[in-house]
């Protein structure tokens, strides 16, 4: 489980990151404060893993807490959060190593695709001892998604992603996913394992089938055909 720690100056904001955060698996609030200040002291004395970041307090800058955490050399990881869409802003943070940049107001979707992303990198780096370029451009530059862009039924789809849901599926034989489930392992948006997998049932290489429950709608799950 990665510990994270919210520094959020607005109740309600903050309120929000955590109701999102307790829908990640592999996540676990390990504090949520309002000042930069308080976020010294939880840092101080606690293994945080990542810290979901303000830019603006009151009286202080997001960029004083990562500035603090480089110079005491925590081992922790920064997704800023902030409605600062300045690029300046931006350059000065991913200077300091900042592993994400979320523009409020955001929605869930994205959150879960970045901390998704956190997640598939760090579990990369801990079971391999060294690591090639290409997986390297994968995990920590995330490169692929948007190289090798074809089109297909006029629409624009990359191959990469195209080839890492159909080879999910082919690997997990008749075993049955949401487009949930598949986001979730393969480090994408649910919107965009939707996408994809309503392609590959319309090229007949993936079948859906209705899962009915006791209460609710049916869900689709598909599986390799």
Not at 7 to 25: A, G
Not at 85 to 95: A, G, P
Not at 187 to 208: F, H, P, Q, W
Request: charged share 35%; glycine share 4%; aromatic share 10%.
């Amino acid at each position: 489980m990665y510990k994270v720690l919210i520094v959020e100056d607005d109740p309600m904001v903050r309120q929000i990151n955590e109701k999102f955060l307790e829908k990640m698996d592999g996540f676990v609030l390990e504090a949520s404060v309002s000042t930069v200040q308080e976020g010294k002291d939880i840092l101080a004395k606690s293994s945080v893993n990542l810290v979901l970041l303000d830019l603006f307090f009151p009286n202080e800058k997001g960029q004083d807490l990562i500035k603090w955490i480089r110079a005491h050399d925590y081992q922790c990881d920064v997704i800023m959060i902030t409605a600062d869409k300045s690029v300046k802003t931006i350059e000065e943070l991913l200077r300091f190593g900042i592993v994400d940049y979320l523009i409020k107001p955001f929605t869930f979707e994205r959150l879960k695709e970045s901390l998704n992303r956190y997640k598939m990198r760090k579990q990369k780096f801990n079971d391999e001892k060294n690591i090639e370029q290409s997986q390297l451009d994968k995990y920590v530059f995330f490169e692929g998604d948007s190289e090798e862009k074809e089109t297909m039924d006029d629409n624009p789809f990359s191959k990469h992603t195209y080839d890492k849901v159909l080879r999910y599926l082919q690997h997990h034989g008749d075993k049955s996913f949401t487009a949930s489930e598949v986001a979730d392992d393969i480090g994408v948006s649910r919107i965009t394992a939707r996408r994809y997998l309503d392609l590959l049932e319309k090229e007949n290489l993936v079948v859906m089938d209705l899962e009915y429950g006791k209460i609710g709608r049916p869900k689709n799950k598909y599986r390799i055909k």
